[in-house]
């Protein structure tokens, strides 16, 4: 299961400890455990999961220290609540009752202040931010989000020269981005997630040398992606996605030698050919989002070398025509591609099958023809996301025809994996009808990330309610498929 990203079991009444083996899950972006019966302590080798963005162990029967470090610096209080054992031996500690955050005993510098939920008991009310955490001078970490804060972003940061993480996401926030941002040259976090500011990307970021995380996704923000990005050679994760951004990926982008993971899905961004060129030479990247991007162009064939660190490639609805290009195979640790939805023709190409790591291939509402290759059935980690996962509709919608290549991995996949390819048939397991090979085309607008999610019942095998037999027994079958 180290291929994993999402992994939601909450509400299943799970009891026992949290397994360290959870840490193996190296490429996990999401981990929900909240709403069970688990005991026991949180295992510090969590810490070491850099790609989590989303963590929750609330209401459960933890106690003991809650690990510091890593991504845990950037969870909020309700990532913990409802386990009165859990304590912290940092400057501050979420109050599960209140919703607050207090200083430990003996400690004069509050260095974290998190809103999370309810009000801080500052005399604050919901509405706008409150302009008396200006106040706070030695704060190093501001959590508002989750809060329905309204209106502007208020200017609270001249004299918080020390702020090094600010988080405001899943709020009401409008107007534009607040220029006194920029004044925080300590900051190396700024999220701003799902809030709906507009106007252009104007913040002085030639400022913030240090930012290493910038997510500024899920708003109305228009205009160019600003190329003083650059600037930021620190920065390791970069989300721009479902804004309003147009006109080109910056060339300068090529000197972001530390980025790892760059989210540009859902805007009207153009010239993917020079895209691509700019962005292989970001040498660490291992998350490409494209989608919904590059409208009518055409896959570019030739002046690109490829990705050698690329996990996961996302080019999907983009209305691109051409064919699957022979860069891609350069890309040898690929994990995740999608290609859905656009006008690609041509053959699926045999390399394919020589990756040894990809489990998620997305091919579906496109043009291709001939024969679904043989080498497919060779991919080791190649799986149905039907029964445990989602189904991503594999192949759907082409031309494709032939006999389905017999296997283990493709025995598993569901009728929808292959339907509307009316020339397609199988002789090694019952096929989907004419009833399913309609032409009407299944629009895909779902681009969430790979998820195993059990929620509201204990998984259906034997009611395991265990944590541990239950994580196990995934851990098994993704083993053995």
């Known amino acids: 299961m180290k ?21 193996s899950m190296f490429n ?69 009752t209140l919703g607050a955050t207090y200083p430990s005993e003996g400690d004069n510098d509050e260095d974290k202040f998190v809103l999370e939920g309810l009000p801080f008991a500052i005399g604050l009310t919901l509405g706008e931010l409150p302009l008396n955490i200006a106040n706070i001078t030695s704060i190093h970490h501001l959590d508002v989000s989750d809060n329905n804060f309204t209106g502007n972003i208020r200017d609270v940061f001249h004299g918080l020269q020390n702020l090094e993480v600010f988080s405001a996401k899943s709020n ?40 290493t995380t910038l997510n500024l996704g899920y708003n109305i923000l228009q205009g160019l992606i600003p190329e003083v990005l650059f600037s930021c050679k620190a920065l390791n994760i970069l989300n721009l996605s479902l804004d309003k951004l147009s006109g080109q990926v910056p060339k300068k982008f090529s000197n972001l030698r530390s980025l790892s993971y760059l989210n540009l899905n859902g805007n009207s961004l153009s010239n993917i050919s020079e895209a691509l060129q700019v962005l292989q030479e970001c040498h660490n990247l291992t998350v490409l989002g494209l989608t919904q991007n590059f409208q009518g162009e055409e896959m570019p064939r030739h ?14 609805n983009c209305g691109l025509t051409g064919s699957i290009p ?17 006008h690609l023709s041509g053959e699926i190409p045999s390399w394919f099958g020589g990756f040894d790591h990809l489990f998620r291939l997305i091919l579906s509402n496109n043009s291709f023809y001939g024969e679904i290759p043989v080498s497919l059935t060779e991919l080791k980690s190649l799986t149905s996301r039907v029964t445990l996962l989602q189904d991503d509709d594999f192949v759907a919608y082409n031309h494709l025809q032939g006999v389905i290549p017999s296997g283990v991995r493709f025995s598993s996949f569901p009728c929808s994996g ?47 309610v265990g944590f541990l037999p239950t994580l196990y027994l995934l851990m098994g079958w993704w083993d053995q498929n």
């Open 418 to 464: 292959f339907e509307g390819n009316p020339g397609l048939y199988s002789n090694s397991m019952l096929f989907c009808n004419s009833t399913l090979s309609a032409a009407n085309r299944k629009e895909d607008d779902d681009y969430d990330e790979d998820k195993f999610v059990f929620f509201g019942a204990p998984f259906a095998v034997g009611l395991i």
């Open 303 to 316: 002046g690109i070398r490829g990705f050698p660190n690329l996990r996961s490639l996302t080019v999907g």
């Open 28 to 96: 996990l972006e999401r981990l929900d455990l909240s709403f069970n019966d688990s005991s026991g302590s949180i295992p510090s080798s969590i810490t070491k999961l850099n790609f989590l963005s989303f963590f929750s162990v609330a209401y459960n029967h933890l106690q003991g220290l809650i690990p510091s470090g890593g991504q845990f610096l950037s969870f909020p209080c309700s990532s913990f609540e409802g386990n009165p054992g859990l304590h912290s031996d940092s400057k501050v500690f979420c109050n599960s």
């Open 172 to 211: 009401v926030f409008v107007g534009r981005l607040l220029t006194a941002l920029s004044l925080c040259s300590m900051l190396t976090s700024l999220d701003l997630w799902n809030n709906s500011l507009d106007g252009s990307i104007d913040l002085d970021l030639g400022r913030l040398v240090r930012l």
């Open 326 to 342: 022979s860069w891609l195979r350069n890309c040898r640790d690929l994990r995740g591609v999608d290609l859905s939805s656009n």
């Open 3 to 23: 291929y994993l990203h999402v992994l939601d079991l909450s509400k299943n009444n799970l009891s026992g400890s949290i397994p360290e083996e959870v840490s």
